[in-house]
């Protein structure tokens, strides 16, 4: 506003018509900006920011469409809004006034509201809840704010000036910064029985599963019925975090525990050299596959999937009938039902000598949540909520949230029909299965910060020697270091003795002793970190409590995390500038090792 106000009153002095032209068009655009803005937040209950920049236009209309965003009526009351706008600001310009009124009223508008906050002007909102937070906030003032940090960090030189300390020499290597000795512990030997064969590995990650509704404990409650029972012949972990508040850094995270780069792994225009369950297994004698029942070019997932040469990738192109495709949106489906993805590993996959890995996606819990069968599932929810002993603010939470809980259901009754098939098969006694979810879902209202990571991580086979449920602090980042571990110690697989990883492994997690661990909300978003008991988020501390609540604090751990967290962005920032994970020579003498063998 301060420079529009400006710009108003220099224009005056060369044209009053055009100076009246940008007033006009300035607040038409800004009206409907934010009218755009608010449509995209009621939509998908996130703050649109400089994310949406790093989506192609393909996939944006694909996003557009499939939440109904573009419906007729949302077109209609844009165009509405346009002219509702532009006509009274048409009439006053018709007006005489002084000019200098005008240009002294923006400027001033423009001072005070960068002074001052919204949160103040509205008296403050909860921190601890982050959809009121969110609700409140100015989506214009987020929008602008998040694509000028953005723009700011594309181009560190602009504040190199101000910066006089070299912030990069502190970090050990500079020129691999996340380059360490792999000393992982078999964390998850103690629990399996000993077996000949080595077993097979697939990895179910669930769209959209948080914590929230598929836990007893969950502010929802649980609406997993099956996958409550399989937590109870699992290893469970109800402490968990995923790597990020949307689908694009949960492959690289969970099969390799690697770095954010700047918009994600995958979004890097060449993918650097680097270590991952693909591409380990692989040169072990695994096959390897990929299955989702969407565009596998989304998010860039099939560039990770070329780059690792896997043997199988399943996605839209690779179905037909009889599989069914989600319903439509808009004239937009997101994909194939996670009951035929699930089913086309099965009918892929055939029983053989070789142990496989496999990466399963989901994608019925996704924006809109339209499914198949829609009328057997809602009476499941009715069902649900009668049996449930939720209490009255879980019921309403569940209620206001029925849609979105539905396809959750419909998500769980897959998995059980899933399940209940690989268990005819022989080679199920043999296959180790690692279910999690890859955010929670933001269009179900978060309580805390945390929620958008919190989600349910077990690990499932028939050769456990029994169920257990850790309680320490874990994360995506974890998964693929323990693993590779336990295949290591007990069947003496090659792997790196050289590594990359974030993760500690699932016995330390984001233990105090740890790194910590950083969150990237969006692709522009990197403003989450946790270490120990703690969690800073944006700035603000919160102090985590034995089941993942959190609430704001001012303990002097807020220095210490801001330490760990900058020491990251700064590891990350060397990374993706020098396009480099490891040298050449540890890539390479991995693989001329493995052949050998």
């Known amino acids: 506003l301060a420079c529009l106000g400006i710009g108003y009153l220099l224009l005056q002095f060369i044209s009053s018509f055009w100076a009246r032209l940008l007033m006009v068009i300035s607040f038409s655009f800004i009206v409907v900006m934010q009218f ?32 109904g965003m573009l419906s007729f009526t949302n077109i209609a009351l844009l165009l509405l809004l346009i002219v509702i706008s532009w006509v009274p600001l048409w009439v006053a310009n018709k007006q005489t006034f002084k000019k200098a009124y005008a240009s002294i009223a923006l400027l001033s508008l423009g001072i005070i509201s960068f002074f001052v906050s919204s949160a103040s002007l509205l008296g403050g909102s909860s921190e601890k809840d982050e959809f009121v937070a969110n609700a409140s906030r100015s989506k214009w003032r987020y929008f602008f704010d998040s694509n000028f940090t953005n723009y700011v960090d594309e181009h560190p030189g602009m504040l190199a000036m101000f910066n006089k300390d070299d912030d990069d020499a502190k970090v050990v290597d500079t020129k691999f910064p996340f380059l360490k000795k792999e000393d ?101 004698g695994f096959n390897t596959g990929f299955f ?35 319903p439509e949106k808009g004239g937009e489906s997101w994909g194939y039902e996670d009951q035929a993805v699930f089913s086309k ?53 569940a209620l206001e949230n029925r849609t979105q ?70 994360s995506h980042f974890d998964v693929a270091p323990s693993i590779l571990a336990y295949y290591r110690e007990n069947f003496g697989m090659k792997t790196p003795t050289q590594v990359t990883w974030i993760g500690q492994g699932l016995d330390k997690g984001t233990s105090a002793q740890g790194d910590g661990i950083a969150m990237m909300q969006s692709k522009n978003q990197l403003i989450d970190f946790v270490k120990g008991s703690y969690h800073l988020s944006d700035g603000q501390l919160y102090k985590l409590d034995g089941i993942l609540n959190e609430d704001a604090t001012a303990d002097n751990a ?21 396009k480099r994970l490891l040298p050449d020579s540890v890539y390479t003498n991995y693989f001329n090792r493995t052949k050998k063998n």
């Open 36 to 67: 755009i803005l608010f449509l995209y937040f009621g939509e998908s209950r996130n703050l649109l920011g400089a994310d949406m920049f790093y989506y192609s236009s393909e996939e944006m209309k694909q996003i557009l469409e499939a939440s």
């Open 184 to 284: 992982t512990k078999d964390f998850l030997g103690a629990y399996m029985q000993k077996t000949a064969k080595v077993p097979n590995l697939v990895i179910l990650v669930i769209e959209g599963l948080g914590h929230a509704y598929s836990a007893e404990n969950g502010y929802i409650g649980n609406f997993t019925p099956f996958i409550g029972t399989l937590k109870q012949q699992s290893l469970y972990w109800d402490n968990n975090m995923s790597s990020s508040g949307r689908t694009f850094s949960v492959l690289p995270t969970i099969t390799g525990s690697l770095p954010f780069a700047t918009h994600g792994f995958m979004e890097q225009d060449t993918l650097p050299d680097n270590f991952n369950l693909f591409n380990i297994l692989k040169s072990n």
């Open 405 to 474: 809980l539905v396809s959750v259901l419909n998500l769980d009754d897959a998995m059980e029909q899933f399940f209940n098939e690989y268990k005819k098969r022989p080679d199920f006694a043999n296959t180790i299965f690692v279910i999690t979810g890859d955010h929670a879902m933001p269009e179900i209202p978060l309580q805390s910060k945390i929620d958008r990571y919190h989600v349910p991580l077990l690990i499932y086979s028939p050769l456990l020697k029994g169920p257990k449920t850790f309680h320490n602090f874990v």
């Open 345 to 397: 590993l099965l009918e892929v996959q055939k029983v053989q000598e070789h142990p496989y890995f496999h990466v399963l996606l989901t994608l019925s819990t996704h924006n809109p949540f339209l499914i198949n069968n829609a009328a057997h599932y809602e009476q499941l929810f009715d069902q649900r909520i009668a049996t449930l002993n939720l209490t009255p603010e879980q019921k309403k939470w």
């Open 558 to 578: 807020k220095e210490e995390l801001s330490k760990r967290f900058e020491l990251f962005k700064r590891k990350n920032k060397l990374f993706y500038t020098q």
């Open 292 to 326: 989702y029942g969407g565009h596998s070019n989304f998010d860039f997932m099939k560039k990770f999937m070329d780059y690792n040469k896997i043997d199988m990738l399943m996605d839209q192109a690779a179905f037909g009938p009889p599989y069914k495709k989600l």
